[in-house]
């Protein structure tokens, strides 16, 4: 079970960029980042109006002077401080995280920024390089990553229980979308625009999430792949509102990813399912404490969070917070995830890159990766959904 007692060293001096008033993501990263004790927030630049945001800061309980009116600001401000900022999380739209990550990066500061990271891979490879170069983590937040039945499904399919993987279904099809919401609504309204959303929308905002739990559980790598793309509310061209993906792993396997933000009636409906030779996992982020397996020949079982009969590994039992039955969600995928960007930045600063290579956490390959997917796929869906390969 999760064990309170492991933050053993002071709290990381952590700052946020965007995520300020009203903000969709803010919050879940404000409380998820700092209810293990390992990150402090002690300022940000959380606002593209700077009034708004240091009133925000103001009324999170952050000294006045350390709410500032942009981010270049407050890296060049807080260097100059001792007890300066450690770390950044990026919550901004997405048109801004590559500058932000590597102005952070530059700066000396450990990174957690959204999703997708960059536009181009061109620019995520980028950010890579200079993590590496200055030695600091960059954390991705693809934040259903941190559920412990997606690790339960990743060490089920690592040791063989489904035998060889044939067929990956993924999909994340919510209704939210369905009509134009973006006329009165801010937060969607950027998210249909290619200057501020990037080349996609729905493969962006939420085909990426489904894709890496994918790649999590199964550690398989795309071939080819072949797109289609559709703007049922016309105004969103040249962006999508729905998607279709066929894959082509290099093992063998295919697979789809549905992404769509126009599935009437639909909550979220992020599914993933992994037929093997033998049996099949499917997991879903709307009842995420459940893994359904299901064996060839025998009655379907479903797994519960908590149990003693889940694999005793680092992750399926070790994230564990309150035991079976009580139901856990969102807040602690997220909190996991945080717990263990925090224990790979603090061994990064003493330089322990045994813990840091040793310890499994989203990060930039998982950036590039998402951004890869998109790009493939506007280079298929934009040409007749001709097939392409993944790695070029
Ligand atoms: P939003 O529009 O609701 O909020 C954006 C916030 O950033 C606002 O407070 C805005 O004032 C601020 N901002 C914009 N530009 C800024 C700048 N240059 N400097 C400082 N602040 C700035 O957006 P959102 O829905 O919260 O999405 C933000 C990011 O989070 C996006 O990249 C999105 O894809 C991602 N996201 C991820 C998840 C997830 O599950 N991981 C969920 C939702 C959103």
Redesign the pocket.
Known sequence: MFNEEMRSEKPIRWAM??????????Y?HRSSATRDGHFQLVAG?????AN??RDFGVNLGLDASRCYA??LTMFAEEAKREDGIQAVSI????G??YA?SKAALESGLHVVC???VTFTVVEAEDLKRIAKAHNRIFGV????TGFQMVHQAREMIKRGDLGEVRVINMQFAHGFHSEEVEKDN??AQ??MNPEVSGPTYVL??IGT?AFYLAQLMTDLDVDTLCCTRQSFIKSRAPLEDNAHVLMQFTNGAVGTLWASGVNAGSMHQQKIRIVGEKASLEWWDERPNQLSYEVQGEPARILERGMGYLNNDDSAVSSDRIGGGHAEGFFESWSNLYSRFGIVMKAADREDQETVNSTWYPGIDAGIEGVRLLERCVDSADNDSKWVKYHE
Do not use: L
């Open positions: 960029v965007g995520g300020g008033r009203g903000s969709q993501i803010g879940a630049a959380f606002d593209i109006d708004r945001g942009d981010y919550a901004t739209p997405n801004t995280h932000i959204e999703k997708p937040m693809y934040g259903y801010p937060g950027w998210r962006g905002d999430h």
